[in-house]
């Protein structure tokens, strides 16, 4: 009896140890489903904050892009309203108005610049450049960059924009400073260029006094040319003293106006000698 009772004992042992294993596994995966359940949670709520924070620098960044776009916007209007009365005022100057000779952009006062000025000379000149610019470049053989730029202007039955008229003016400008230093080349030679368009202009006005320099001294070069000829066939000869000198006694009928004729030509013939190079003063 002791024996079953014993055994009857074990066995009641083993069934509760039994439930309790399967309590124990039960609440092991009650537990690891919560942990689970925890965990996504807690992945949630971390992606929540990451998103949350995302949208704060978003809008931290947009807020900043639209405070700039706003500083770019009343910008860009201030600079556009300096173009159109930058452009105003080139109208009116185009159109020989009167305008002020200061510029806005300085603050000191320059008394001599006060005055209204107008200058309706350069624009108002421009249909005639330009109608013999076409002419002009019409006329020469072949294709150019200038003659195709005037042809366009050629007959041109609408007004001309002004965006066009400062071309025109560009390349009137670049025709003039080109003629300028191919003068000043010929006027000056050997000596350097002006480095600026003013340089030119103030060289050209010094173009007489200097046209004056290089006749005397082609008339000294030719002299001197023809007088070496007499002098080769009479070595005795005072050239000073041969100009200076009236004719001999009895011949004062003689006067070199009255030989110009019979030298014409030998005259040429020296010109064709001199060099024309050098200056004599």
């Keep these: 009896?002791?024996?079953?009772?014993?055994?009857?004992?074990?066995?009641?042992?083993?069934?509760?140890?039994?439930?309790?294993?399967?309590?124990?596994?039960?609440?092991?995966?009650?537990?690891?489903?919560?942990?689970?359940?925890?965990?996504?949670?807690?992945?949630?709520?971390?992606?929540?904050?990451?998103?949350?924070?995302?949208?704060?620098?978003?809008?931290?960044?947009?807020?900043?892009?639209l405070a700039a776009a706003?500083?770019?916007?009343?910008?860009?209007?201030?600079?556009?309203?300096?173009?159109?009365?930058?452009?105003?005022?080139?109208k009116k100057i185009a159109a020989g108005k009167a305008f002020f000779m200061k510029s806005k952009h300085i603050s000191v006062s320059y008394l001599l610049l006060t005055r209204i000025r107008s200058s309706p000379g350069a624009f108002a000149d421009l249909p005639r450049s330009i109608s013999d610019a076409a002419a002009f470049y019409q006329?020469?053989?072949?294709?150019?960059?200038?003659?195709v730029f005037w042809s366009q202007y050629a007959e041109a039955g609408h007004p001309v924009p002004l965006s066009d008229q400062l071309k025109q003016l560009v390349e009137l400008h670049k025709a003039a400073e080109q003629a300028m230093k191919g003068l000043i080349v010929r006027l000056w030679p050997?000596?350097?260029?002006?480095?600026?368009?003013?340089?030119?202009?103030?060289?050209?006005?010094?173009?007489c006094p200097r046209l004056e320099v290089i006749k005397r001294s082609v008339y000294i070069e030719g002299a001197r040319r023809a007088l070496a000829h007499a002098k080769v066939h009479w070595?005795?000869?005072d050239a000073e003293k041969l100009v200076k000198d009236g004719?001999?006694?009895?011949?004062?009928?003689?006067?070199?106006?009255n030989y110009y004729k019979d030298v014409l030509k030998?005259?040429?013939?020296?010109?064709?000698?001199?060099?024309?190079?050098?200056?004599?003063?």
């Design 1 to 65: 009896m002791a024996i079953v009772g014993a055994m009857s004992e074990v066995a009641t042992l083993k069934q509760a140890l039994l439930e309790a294993d399967k309590r124990s596994a039960a609440e092991h995966t009650e537990r690891e489903k919560y942990e689970a359940k925890v965990g996504k949670v807690r992945q949630e709520l971390q992606a929540l904050m990451e998103k949350h924070e995302s949208l704060e620098r978003d809008s931290r960044t947009r807020a900043s892009e």
């Design 70 to 90: 706003t500083e770019s916007a009343k910008s860009a209007k201030a600079e556009s309203s300096k173009t159109l009365q930058e452009l105003d005022e080139v």
């Design 139 to 147: 006329a020469e053989e072949g294709s150019s960059t200038e003659k």
């Design 190 to 207: 050997g000596e350097a260029q002006p480095g600026s368009y003013f340089g030119l202009v103030r060289r050209l006005v010094e173009a």
């Design 235 to 237: 070595g005795k000869l």
């Design 247 to 257: 004719p001999p006694p009895g011949k004062e009928h003689r006067k070199p106006e």
């Design 266 to 281: 030998g005259a040429r013939l020296v010109a064709d000698e001199c060099s024309m190079d050098v200056i004599f003063e």
